[in-house]
């Protein structure tokens, strides 16, 4: 068993791709902890399917390696803003950050949030300058802009004086030096940093068991593991535990199988002391944010408060026409069970019962957050239709209040007029406007959640797919008041039936079309983009009559514009408050809530008159 000044607890944090994962890569290939003749994929924490085809992190993961008998407990967390709660409770269990900053685009919207949650845990912060090596680096300018936004989150003079080192995570090596015409080679300088500037963990090996639960892992033969940091004491396998739950009670339960992280994978163990990070099964009924105790001496643990939901949608069994045709699980009780158990590891989700049985209201950090559920449910079998994500309003002070997102948009310079007219017509202000290399302009916008809502697929289709955005939840300010959230309307189907090159010839006349021919089709289902601000209905399973007579030209085959793919995000950002997305194993819908369009247009008079 270790003592814990020969444990080093460190969370790695940054915006999204300022390259955590490829870092941690390097780290773990030259401390030893793989094979000679290992085979290891690139960035190899993100073993989710959804991780390595996105290219980002979701879940925060654990991991250890050793350098000169000094264990180092690495905790790689996620860099969008959306899955901040992995970050929250990633950072529970560390005595030091790991701050990373890319050399060119420096601070954004996410190192802001990273760091005032580091610096309010008190942890020591070491900055790390990533990507020097990348063309039109600014590592100093970097250093700079880092020591700013510390200041600006009121650090203390102690986390002012922050250690700094370069790096190149990608090629391996980091140094405190840089010298461009003469890079290290090697991380050995980053490793001693750590173990120098990272605090052992401060916690009492003497008394009884005291750890807080950080994380849930999941064994289909063992079941449910807690993760988490052991503030003090030692945990023995086939010990007795006292769990005390979030709402008072106490539980019992055993130690049935102790794991330490090793690589890339946990270590089975028979002990483990006060400091080091453990994963413990045996206990059935335990939670993130609960503490495991000795029996003896039940003493919880505080949770870090996770941020609130900003986004919700409304969950519901699928009863369009096509309904049951792909899915496994369809029914409400198969949709309700899969979201609460969601619940027991998604710590910033919220799922609530409506006041029907058939739908339940989901909420989320944002429109990334959940539509990765809503994608991990469909690759699991799941069948369902949700809403439009909508903004959750908050009454403050008797005032009703929407929140409000610090927007980042580095775009080149020809495209800064149309970024901004984008952003005054969703209620938004300019915060910030300066350059940055290769004839670019940062510029930063304070707008409100809601107006993000289909706002980067708008800004890339301006921008001609080169702008960078991103933004994160500031604060909470009165209602802005009413805009136009979508300027064009949808292509709607007429009847039931199969898409026909002809019926499509004529419908891509009005707009934009979703399907290409041969696609089943059903009365309601949105075809496409209508072209003005309108919804019109197309027939797009409409044949060409036969004639006797054939004019010259008639046979020449009708050419179709490809149809324009919608991935799921976008799906979401499209859909009104009269639509919904139906979600299949196999297919994404979007629909009008009312299918039939006889009954479409009363309900539409019937608004019309009522306002």
Request: glycine share 8%; proline share 5%; net charge negative.
């Amino acid at each position: 068993m270790l003592k814990s000044e020969d444990i080093r607890n460190i969370a790695i944090i940054a915006h999204v791709d300022h390259g955590k994962t490829t870092l941690v890569d390097a780290m773990l290939a030259q401390s030893g902890t793989f094979r000679e003749n290992e085979v290891v994929a690139e960035r190899a924490m993100d073993s989710n399917d959804l991780e390595r085809e996105r290219g980002i992190t979701i879940l925060a993961k654990n991991t250890s390696l050793y350098y000169k008998g000094t264990k180092i407990n690495i905790i790689d967390t996620p860099g969008h803003a959306d899955f901040g709660g992995e970050v929250e409770r990633g950072l529970e269990m560390a005595d030091g950050v790991l701050l990373l900053v890319d050399a060119f685009e420096g601070c954004m919207p996410q190192t802001r949030f990273v760091l005032t949650k580091a610096l309010a845990l008190n942890l020591r912060p070491i900055i790390v300058v990533n990507k020097v090596d990348r063309p039109n680096a600014r590592p100093y300018e970097v250093v700079d802009e880092v020591l700013e936004l510390f200041i600006d989150l009121g650090a203390s003079e102690e986390q002012l004086d922050t250690p700094v080192i370069y790096a190149s995570g990608r090629d391996g090596w980091a140094t405190a030096e840089y010298d461009p015409e003469h890079p290290s080679r090697d991380l050995k300088e980053l490793f001693e940093l750590i173990v120098r500037e990272i605090p052992s963990p401060d916690c009492e090996p003497d008394k009884p068991l005291q750890m807080l639960v950080s994380n849930i892992d999941y064994d289909e033969y063992t079941g449910r593991i807690a993760v988490g940091k052991i503030q003090r004491g030692s945990v023995k396998t086939g010990m007795p535990l006292a769990i005390c739950h979030a709402d008072g009670k106490t539980g019992h339960a055993k130690a049935t199988k102790l794991y330490t992280f090793e690589g890339l994978g946990k270590k089975p163990v028979d002990e483990v002391g006060a400091g080091d990070v453990v994963a413990i099964s045996g206990i059935t009924d335990i939670n993130i944010g609960e503490t495991i105790c000795h029996p003896d001496a039940l003493d919880p643990l505080p949770f870090v408060k996770i941020d609130d939901p900003v986004l919700s949608m409304t969950f519901s069994v699928n009863d369009s026409p096509f309904a049951g045709k792909d899915g496994k699980y369809v029914t409400s009780r198969h949709i309700r069970d899969r979201l609460y158990r969601e619940l027991d590891s998604n710590v910033s989700l919220r799922v609530e019962d409506t006041d029907t049985t058939e739908a339940f209201t989901v909420s989320g950090r944002g429109e990334l957050h959940l539509s990765v559920l809503i994608e991990n449910m469909r690759r699991e079998g799941y069948e369902f239709q949700v809403s439009n994500p909508v903004v959750i309003f908050k009454e403050i002070n008797g005032v009703k209040c929407e929140p409000i997102e610090r927007l980042t948009v580095d775009v080149p310079n020809e495209y800064t007029g149309a970024v901004m007219d984008q952003v005054v017509n969703r209620m938004g202000n300019m915060t910030d406007m300066s350059p940055t290399a290769q004839s670019y302009t940062r510029l930063e916008f304070l707008i409100p959640s809601r107006g993000l809502i289909g706002f980067r697929s708008e800004i890339l289709t301006a921008t001609k797919g080169t702008a960078i955005v991103n933004s994160i939840l500031e604060c909470y300010e009165p209602y802005k008041g009413d805009f136009e959230a979508r300027g064009r309307g949808a292509l709607i189907a007429w009847e039931n039936g199969e898409s026909i090159t002809y019926g499509l010839f004529n419908a891509q006349e009005r707009g934009t079309l979703f399907i290409g021919p041969n696609v089943e089709v059903y009365e309601g289902m949105i075809v496409g983009e209508c072209s003005r601000n309108e919804d019109i209905t197309v027939n797009v399973c409409k044949k060409k009559h036969a004639t006797n007579t054939r004019a010259s030209g008639s046979d020449e085959a009708l050419k179709l514009t490809p149809p324009k793919e919608m991935s799921l995000e976008q799906c979401l950002d499209f859909i009104a408050d009269d639509e919904l997305l139906e979600v299949t194993p196999n297919h994404l819908r979007m629909r009008k809530k009312i299918l039939q369009t006889d009954l479409r247009g009363k309900a539409a008079s019937r608004r019309k008159n009522s306002q």
